[in-house]
Every structure is written in C-alpha cells, then in structure tokens.
Nanobody, 120 residues
Framework: QVHLVESGGGLVQAGGSLRLSCAASGRTDRILAMGWFRQAPGKEREFVATMRWSGGSTYYADSVKGRFTISRDNAKNTVYLQMNSLKPEDTAVYYC?????????????WGQGTQVTVSS
C-alpha cells in the first residue's frame, strides 16, 4: 500500500505564492510518476502537473504553465508544487497523485487533499 501526505495549502491573496508538498510512504518502489490534480467546487478533478520518476520529465496543464513548478526530492519520495502568481481561479482542493507499476498494469494512489484559496 502507498500512503500520501500533503501539506502547504492555505489562504493567499491573488499574485501570491504557495508551495505544496506530498510525501509518499509504504510501497514506493516502481513509481512511474507523481503529480498534482485539483478540484474546484462544482467541477471535475483536473490535471495540474506531473513528473515522471525516471528521467524527471515534467508536464503541466496549460492553465498553470509558467506559474507552477513541480519538483521532487528522490531521497524523501516527496514531490513539491511551487505555485506563483496565483489567481482566484486556482482556488481548489489540490490532490497528490502517485502512479505505480503493478505487474502488467498501473495503480493510482491519492492523497487526502489540501485546500488552496486565492482571494481577489
């Protein structure tokens, strides 16, 4: 089993910054990628950013490109999301995601979510 613990959410004014952290524990072998999704009230969960564990390639949603940066600490099995120039539309619950290979398929794991609120 994999356990994900997120931290770093909060309330910030538009234009401000926050950094989210997600620490993985348990079965952290065969990680394919770690990343972040978010869900605003009344909306579906959407992709924000992800990082491939092998090689470190990163991918971002168009809405956050140039403002958010995903990074990692391999030794701590931790991924970070630095969020700059925050906008009110970034307000959402942010969920950490870990994708892991299991034999011939993959398994997704989710954190409990951390609230990010951006005031105008």
């Amino acid at each position: 089993q994999v356990h994900l613990v997120e931290s770093g959410g909060g309330l910030v004014q538009a234009g401000g910054s926050l950094r989210l952290s997600c620490a993985a524990s348990g079965r952290t072998d065969r990680i394919l990628a770690m990343g972040w999704f978010r869900q605003a009230p009344g909306k579906e969960r959407e992709f924000v950013a992800t990082m491939r564990w092998s090689g470190g390639s990163t991918y971002y949603a168009d809405s956050v490109k140039g403002r958010f940066t995903i990074s990692r600490d391999n030794a701590k099995n931790t991924v970070y999301l630095q969020m700059n120039s925050l906008k009110p539309e970034d307000t959402a619950v942010y969920y950490c995601n870990l994708r892991r290979r299991i034999i011939a398929t993959t398994q997704n794991y989710w954190g409990q979510g951390t609230q990010v609120t951006v005031s105008s």
